[in-house]
């Protein structure tokens, strides 16, 4: 009996994990999630955007717009990325690659550089062109970081819970 075919890609099955993470974001509008994998495919680490541990989802802001800055979400909501790499307890992320469903903002940059992850695959840019990814880019090219748009193959996967 030959093995079974039409089975799911190591880009595919890693970029489908940073999505599902990503579905436990309390954020309304925005649920972007992250996988760091190592360079024999095992998963290293994952994250979702939230709020910090012991800050409640419900007594923190998930406005997008206020009167000032500390009545929106930004200034305290954790990137997926940074919680990816905050939640490692291995040692060491040195050459690994992180898949997430949203291209990373310049500071996840300037923690995914520090961290020494290698590769990012990337599902949506939709902050493109902004001053933020702009910055982002540059680093990563500066660092040597290679930035890879995730291509989709168009199945669909269908998970029941």
């Known amino acids: 009996m030959a093995k079974r ?3 799911i890609s ?3 099955y890693f970029m489908g994990v ?7 974001s309390k954020d309304p509008n925005t649920q972007v999630g992250c996988c760091i994998v190592s360079n024999d495919n095992k998963i290293l680490s994952m994250g979702y955007n939230g709020m910090p541990m012991g800050c409640s989802d419900d007594e923190f802001p998930w ?13 305290y909501v954790v990137h997926s990325e940074l919680n990816a790499i905050l ?3 291995g040692g060491s992320l ?7 469903s949203l291209f990373p903002c310049n500071e996840c940059a300037k923690a995914i550089i520090q961290a020494g992850i290698r590769t990012v695959i990337y599902d949506d840019d939709k902050y493109c062109g902004t001053p933020g ?7 990563f090219a500066a660092a040597g970081v290679k ?15």
């Not at 040195?94 to 997430?100: A, D, I, R």
């Not at 990814?133 to 680093?139: D, E, G, H, L, V």
């Open 5 to 7: 075919e039409g089975y």
């Open 10 to 12: 190591w880009d595919g």
């Open 18 to 24: 940073a999505h599902l993470s990503g579905m436990r």
């Open 63 to 75: 406005e997008r717009e206020g009167e000032s800055e500390e009545l929106t979400k930004y200034p």
């Open 87 to 89: 939640n490692y307890r």
């Open 94 to 100: 040195e050459g690994t690659k992180l898949y997430v």
């Open 133 to 139: 990814n702009i910055a982002a880019k540059r680093m």
């Open 147 to 161: 930035c890879l748009p995730y291509q989709r193959s168009g199945e669909t996967i269908k998970i029941t819970i």
